[in-house]
T-cell receptor, first 111, second 115 residues
């Protein structure tokens, strides 16, 4: 079945350093979504990418969808302690609403 | 309501017991989703409702799990003969129409512990 993999599993950075998490799907995706989950919290929607090669920015966050629509990345510039949490990608391969989620990348930021 | 709410927030039960978990979606949202999240994992899809009907229940792990949404609003996830492996956070999400690329809004989850 469809699988979505994320790397790295954990990332520890100093405040001000950049951070990137990568998402790879075993199948072509119709869209990919990114969520952030704070410790003890629930997933909060960040963004959705639909088009091949799409790049979207939200302040210090840059999201990319690969040309083949099988991979994606989230890059955070100059991390802050408020960026701490687990970042999940979730993809939809077909015409259903069933999102397949990656295992997430947990980000820790040292002040 | 202002957001998706779930009750109870925590549930401790004994192996073999029956539990019900409730989800109140955002008012007016016709689509409702249940996920299960184990420690260190991403959410795992269980079932998706469009209105009152289960449009996709392919993620339910076995016949001990059942979900209903009789009036197209509140949904209840029911687990019979609970097992220790059912321990997880059960998340509910809703979206406005269930459109293909719609944002799903998550509730705070119910943390289920089966002893």
């Amino acid at each position: 079945g469809q699988q979505v993999m994320q790397i790295p599993q954990y990332q520890h950075v100093q405040e001000g350093e950049d951070f990137t998490t990568y998402c790879n799907s075993s199948t072509t995706l119709s869209n990919i979504q990114w969520y952030k989950q704070r410790p003890g919290g629930h997933p909060v929607f960040l963004i959705q990418l639909v088009k091949s090669g799409e790049v979207k920015k939200q302040k210090r966050l840059t999201f990319q969808f690969g040309e083949a629509k099988k991979n994606s990345s989230l890059h955070i510039t100059a991390t802050q302690t408020t960026d701490v949490g687990t970042y999940f990608c979730a993809g939809d391969a077909g015409n259903n609403r069933k999102l397949i989620w990656g295992l997430g990348t947990s980000l820790a930021v040292n002040p | 309501g202002a957001g998706v709410s779930q009750t109870p927030s925590n549930k401790v039960t004994e192996k073999g017991k029956y539990v019900e978990l409730r989800c109140d979606p955002i008012s007016g949202h016709t689509a409702l989703y249940w996920y299960r999240q184990s420690l260190g994992q991403g959410p795992e899809f269980l079932i998706y409702f469009q209105g009152t009907g289960a449009a996709d229940d392919s993620g339910l792990p076995n016949d001990r799990f059942f979900a209903v949404r009789p009036e197209g609003s509140v949904s209840t996830l029911k687990i019979q003969r609970t097992e220790r492996g059912d321990s997880a956070v059960y998340l509910c999400a809703s979206s406005l129409t269930g459109g293909r690329w719609e944002t799903q809004y998550f509730g705070p989850g119910t943390r289920l512990l089966v002893l």
